[in-house]
């Protein structure tokens, strides 16, 4: 296993957020729900390939991302639909529009795969991205580990508010010590695949804020809270995320 | 969440440089050009620029507030493709507290605003919840500040 041995200058990483790192390509690497542990490393593999993709490139120059054909140069290891997922995601989120997400669907993806590889994908892009922001060589994928996918479907799935089925709002707070009320979209996202959601938050809350963190507008952080949510903002806005 | 932040900590900060870089000065924030620079640096890939936002954020700020600003970079280019990948709404609450400076900042007029589906009404409750809401958050920080 790869061990992100961060060097000591000229920025040095803090501990937990090179664990949460190191914890964040086992999970890539393991069996997941859907997904054999390769399959997930080719998605993880797949999301770097996106970004020499000169297909992609062509598309995020279009008008319309979906405008241009032609076929992304990818791996031999995933199947078209997960492959145009992966590339989208990575290099032109903002333009993904729910009747491309219903293509795939007809095209045979499951919605179980689907988040789930998007879980998997975003991962990597954002511990890629940071090895980026300072500097630093990418870490190696890691080594697929084998075993079967879980299967762990939940049972209080809900369809109509996004895309993708989500878990009901109120047990899924209530289960993640949230107080009573809505739990945000952008957490149930993910919800359909709960692995995914339990990666997401590891990796938030050494890269961000912890959910307690967040509720107190506290931070333990060297950055203050409004010097974070102004990063933060920034990188949505470039990024041309409305959420 | 930052309008909130900033509410909470009492500062005075113009948030016009969020969405266009232009415009991106301090923001009121410590350090707000700088980690602004880093950020736009980040998402682009030009390595020269990166290098130079990067030693300069360092020098101003130290390399700790570097390698948090790395970790915020990462963690949100994750966030935006699971909203985008998703077509998750805003939140009713987010709606409503932020519409107005949404509007301001142009962000409502982002093409994955238009792919995604919309929360309802709750932009139609923003401008009683923010008279409510923010006074609230302001005194919190105030007390938190005075150790009451």
Known sequence: MTSFSYPAHPDPVRADLAEAHRRAWRHVAGPGTWLTG???????????????????????????????QGEHDHGAALPETLVDLVHRITTDA????????????EAGLSAEVYVEALGVAVITIS???????????????????????????PDDLTEGEAWVPMRESRKLGKEMGFPPGPVPYVIRALSLVPAELRAWKALSDAQYLSFD????????????????ELVAGRVSALNECFY | ?????????????????????????????EHGERLTAFADAAVASDAAS?????????????????????GVIGNFERMVRIADGTGIPLDGL???????????????????????RSAGLAGLLGPALRRVVLPVLRMAGRRKRSGA
């Open chain 1, 38 to 68: 390769a399959e997930r490393v080719a998605v993880a593999d797949e999301t770097r390939r996106a970004r020499d993709c000169g297909s992609c490139r062509e598309r995020k120059q279009a008008l319309s991302p979906f405008a241009v």
């Open chain 1, 94 to 105: 903002a333009r993904l529009s729910e009747s491309w997400y219903r293509q795939l669907l």
């Open chain 1, 127 to 153: 511990v890629d991205r940071f090895h980026h922001a300072l500097g630093l060589p990418l870490e190696p994928l890691p080594e697929a580990i084998a075993g079967d996918p879980s299967g762990e479907r």
């Open chain 1, 213 to 228: 963190e967040m509720r107190s507008f506290d931070s333990n952080r060297a950055l203050d809270r409004s010097q974070i």
């Open chain 2, 1 to 29: 969440m930052l309008r909130a932040s900033i509410e909470f900590s009492g500062e005075e900060a113009d948030l016009s440089g969020i969405a266009d870089g232009a415009k991106a000065g301090d923001a009121g924030i």
């Open chain 2, 50 to 70: 990166l290098a130079t936002a990067r030693d300069a954020l360092r020098q101003a700020a130290g390399s700790a507030v570097v390698v948090d600003a790395a």
């Open chain 2, 94 to 116: 987010v709606t409503a507290m932020s519409s107005d400076i949404r509007e301001e900042l142009g962000l409502e007029g982002f093409e994955s605003r238009r792919l995604a």
